[in-house]
């Protein structure tokens, strides 16, 4: 009896270690089969792990893959992009007029599409920077805007059509001009169109801001003197020299620019898209007025805290009128508050008073003058 006891408890002793030995040598399952199950298999409780190493990480949802990848392509793209742009260069710029034997074509400032019979004999000028311009496009006038500032020799006997801000219908029509040159920034000049248009007198309304302005005035003026070769020596050979100027700005300095407007009556914050505005943007600067949350008008209001704020590294001044008087407003409104002399640009000496012949009237062909005169006070160094 007590052999079979024991014939038993060995015989399950050998069974046991069998046993145990066929589930250590069980092969393991791969791990993208088991991940294929896992996915597959309904959620089961936990339990105890008894594996030592650690498990693989589950797979990413291919959502997100495809998220990320498509971010990816886009941030890409936008690197492509910015590296395969061409710069703007001024000459660059378009100036599109569309030329006939006899007319000339183009999209006025009130975007209006106007054809225009060329090489007009009486013209008439409301603005006197548009009287330069036609000047140098070698055209002539029977009347202008009165001012007390210097006009083209050509053009100091002619009659006055009154202020450009106030101009005489009347005297216009006595003249009987077969062109009226408007600016569609002065409303009283606007105000004329119905009653020209009543008369049957042809007008060019354009605005003029930025030099691009300048280019399409130059090419729609030349177009109507039939002058195409003064486009070229007062437009493209100048916007080349801008070109030549602006590629020698280092591209590592960004300076921050404050520009002010100054009358015997106001003070107020230029923008990048005016006259001096553009040529500091152009030359590398950072117009800290420009501040995309704001309405322009906001931002060309004068802030004191703001410039405290900012602290820009110049500080350009445009005076209109008597510069005098200009100076004396500048003195009580701004530099009496204490802070004034804080700032960075006051006490580094780059608070700088703008000459009005090239920063307060428009340069036109003295713009590349105008460029390289800013270009040496922000870039001594390398002007």
Known sequence: MKKNVVFILVLCMILVIIIGCKQVEEPKVSETT????????????PVAEINVTAPAAAAEPKVEVAKKLEEKTIEQA????????????????PAKAEEQPDTVTFTDSLGKTVTLKKNPQRVVSLHTSFLDLWDLAGGRVVGRADTKESVPVAAKDVETV???????????????PDLVLISTDVSAQVALIPMLEKNNIQYAAL??????????????????????????AKGVEIAKKIDEITAKVPQDRKPSILLLLGSSKTVSVRLPDTTVGEMLQDLGTVNIATDSSLRAADMEIFSMERVIEKNP????????????????????????NPAWGYL??????????LPKDLFLFKPNDRYAEAYEELAKMLYPDIF
Do not use: H, W
């Open 344 to 353: 960075k640009a006051v006490k580094e000496g780059k608070y700088i008073f």
């Open 313 to 336: 590294d110049f500080i350009f001044v445009q005076t209109m009128g008597n510069v005098e008087e200009t100076t004396e407003r500048i003195k009580k409104d701004i530099e009496a």
């Open 162 to 176: 009154g202020l450009y801000t106030n101009p005489n219908l009347e005297k216009i029509l006595d003249l009987q």
């Open 207 to 232: 605005k003029y801001n930025t030099f691009k302005d300048y280019a399409k005035m130059l090419k729609i003026y030349t177009g109507l003197t039939d002058r195409a070769d003064l486009y070229q």
């Open 34 to 45: 088991a991940d294929v199950e896992q996915s597959q298999a309904p959620a089961a409780e």
């Open 78 to 93: 936008k690197v492509e992009n910015t590296v395969k742009a061409p710069e703007t260069t001024k000459t660059s710029e």
